[in-house]
Antibody, heavy 125, light 106 residues
Framework: QLQLQESGPGLVKPSETLSLTCTVS??????????WGWIRQPPGKGLEWIGS???????YYNPSLRSRVTISVDTSKNQFSLKLSSVTAADTAVYYC?????????????????WGQGTLVTVSS | DIQMTQSPSSLSASVGDRVTITCRAS??????LHWYQKKPGKAPQLLIK???RLQNGVPSRFSGSGSGTDFTLTISSLQPEDFATYYC????????FGGGTKVEIK
C-alpha cells in the first residue's frame, strides 16, 4: 500500500521560504505511472493545487503560484519536495502531498488517488 | 482559469436520504471532473474519477454523472460515515477545485 508522509517546519516567518518534503513508502517514486503533487488547504477554505513533478524532474505548476514555487524530486531518497518563496500569512495552510495516477496516459485525466495526512504550516513572525 | 462552482455549499440530511451535489464549470471540461470526500483532520479521499468512474474500494452508493459543464455527485442512501465535505476538481486546464459542499446531520 502506497503511503506518503509530509515533513518540515510548522512555522515560517513572513518573506521567508517554506520548505516541505514528502517521503513515499510502499512504492517507488520512479514509477512511470505516477506524478507527485502538492495541494494545500488554508484554514476554513477549500483545496488549492500547487504543482506536480514527475520522477524525471519535469514539473507542472499552478499558474497563480508559479513565480514562487519550486518542486523537485530525489529518487535516491524516494522523496519529493516543495519550496514556496516570499511567504505571507495567506500561505498559512495544511499542505498535502499526493500521487497522481498516470496509468491512463491521458494528460487531462489528472486526479490524486493517494494522499499524505497533511501538515499545518503557519506563516507568522 | 476554469472556475468550479459547487451547490449547495452545505446541506443537512438524515441517514438513509438520497443526496445530490452539483458542480458547475465556467467552461466545458469534457468529463475531466473528479470528486473527493474530506473529513476534518483527514486527507481527501478520491471517490469518483472522470465524472462517473467509481474509485476502487469506494462504496457503490456513491455515483457521479455529467459532462461538459454540469456534474452531479449522488449518494443513494446516506450513511453515518458519509458526513463530510465533498469537493469536485477539474483537470481540463490546470487543476482547480470547487469550493466544497458540507454534508451535515439533520
Amino acid at each position: 500500500q502506497l503511503q506518503l508522509q509530509e515533513s518540515g517546519p510548522g512555522l515560517v516567518k513572513p518573506s521567508e521560504t517554506l520548505s516541505l518534503t514528502c517521503t513515499v513508502s510502499g512504492g517507488s517514486i520512479s514509477s512511470s505511472d505516477s506524478y507527485w503533487g502538492w495541494i494545500r488547504q488554508p484554514p476554513g477554505k477549500g483545496l488549492e493545487w500547487i504543482g506536480s513533478v514527475y520522477y524525471t524532474g519535469s514539473t507542472y505548476y499552478n499558474p497563480s503560484l508559479r513565480s514562487r514555487v519550486t518542486i523537485s524530486v530525489d529518487t535516491s531518497k524516494n522523496q519529493f519536495s516543495l519550496k514556496l518563496s516570499s511567504v505571507t500569512a495567506a500561505d498559512t495552510a495544511v499542505y498535502y502531498c499526493a500521487r497522481r495516477d498516470w496509468s491512463d496516459r491521458i494528460p487531462s485525466i489528472y486526479y490524486f488517488d493517494y494522499w499524505g495526512q497533511g501538515t499545518l504550516v503557519t506563516v507568522s513572525s | 482559469d476554469i472556475q468550479m462552482t459547487q451547490s449547495p455549499s452545505s446541506l443537512s440530511a438524515s441517514v438513509g436520504d438520497r443526496v445530490t451535489i452539483t458542480c458547475r464549470a465556467s467552461q466545458s471540461i469534457n468529463n475531466y471532473l473528479h470528486w473527493y470526500q474530506k473529513k476534518p483532520g483527514k486527507a481527501p479521499q478520491l471517490l469518483i474519477k472522470t465524472a462517473s468512474r467509481l474509485q476502487n474500494g469506494v462504496p457503490s452508493r456513491f455515483s457521479g454523472s455529467g459532462s461538459g459543464t454540469d456534474f452531479t455527485l449522488t449518494i443513494s442512501s446516506l450513511q453515518p460515515e458519509d458526513f463530510a465535505t465533498y469537493y469536485c476538481q477539474q483537470s481540463y486546464s490546470a487543476l482547480t477545485f470547487g469550493g466544497g459542499t458540507k454534508v451535515e446531520i439533520k
